[in-house]
């Protein structure tokens, strides 16, 4: 069975400041892994998708990386900004029609 | 352009009483649809999803189910809530067998049962 874990449970940075995310998973033989952002009491949104093929994905200032056989994906965030404050979930998809299995998320603060 | 619509954004409930949470998707035809609990500490857990009308996968027993009257239509049902049914249930939707499989997400129902 799939599990997804995500360190830390929460972050604090200072604006401006570089970061990085982590996401671990238990079985390597994934299709694909997505990176999602929820904002408190809200819905997700997707940010990036890495399909299984793929070592990374970037979108503006977010960088996901993927690296399968180690089960771990990280999310970069350059130059944090206070807007960035959020929850960002990480979640893989063992093949093409089975249900994403997500972790936890961690929880992000960036300090003004 | 694709809308996910889900309601009510709040509902509190007594112990005992009926369910009913609505999600409907514009913009596109014969989508995959989820529905999603998210409670305090937990993660987020896949409830049901489905991949065709009539078409119900049930990933957790519990006292809730799942109906798709129409291809663009889920919706969460329970005959008697109880108060370990309290969480935050987001619907969601994705292409059938696209290359591209984000997963869209409603904006959410908060229900808190008391």
């Known amino acids: 069975k799939q599990e997804v874990t995500q360190i830390p449970a929460a972050l604090s940075v200072p604006e401006g400041e570089n970061l990085v995310l982590n996401c671990s998973f238990t079985?390597?033989?994934?299709?694909?892994l997505q990176w999602f952002r929820q904002d408190p009491g809200k819905g997700l949104t997707s940010l990036l998708l890495?399909?299984?093929?793929?070592r990374e994905q970037t979108s503006g200032r977010l960088n996901a990386s993927l690296d399968k056989s180690s089960g771990r994906s990280t999310l970069y965030i350059a130059a944090s900004q206070p807007g960035d404050s959020a929850t960002y979930l990480c979640?893989?998809?063992?093949?093409?029609?089975?249900?994403?299995?997500f972790g936890k998320g961690t929880r992000l603060s960036v300090i003004a | 352009s694709q809308t996910i619509h889900q309601w009510p954004a709040t509902l509190v409930q007594p112990v005992g009483s009926p369910l009913s949470l609505e999600c409907t998707v514009e913009?596109?035809?014969?989508?995959?649809l989820y529905w999603y609990r998210q409670a305090a500490g937990r993660g987020l857990q896949l409830l049901f999803y489905?991949?065709?009308?009539?078409?119900i996968s049930s990933e957790v027993p519990q006292n809730l189910s799942a109906s798709r009257p129409q291809d663009r239509q889920f919706i969460l049902s329970s005959k008697k809530l109880l108060l370990s049914d309290s969480g935050f249930y987001l619907c969601?939707?994705?292409?059938?067998?696209?290359?591209?499989?984000?997963?869209?997400f409603g904006s959410g129902t908060q229900l808190s049962v008391l």
């Open positions: 913009g596109t035809s014969n989508p995959n």
């Open positions: 890495i399909q299984s093929s793929q």
């Open positions: 489905s991949v065709g009308i009539g078409q």
């Open positions: 079985d390597s033989a994934i299709y694909n």
């Open positions: 969601a939707w994705s292409w059938l067998g696209a290359t591209n499989e984000k997963l869209f």
């Open positions: 979640a893989v998809r063992n093949s093409g029609n089975t249900p994403l299995v």
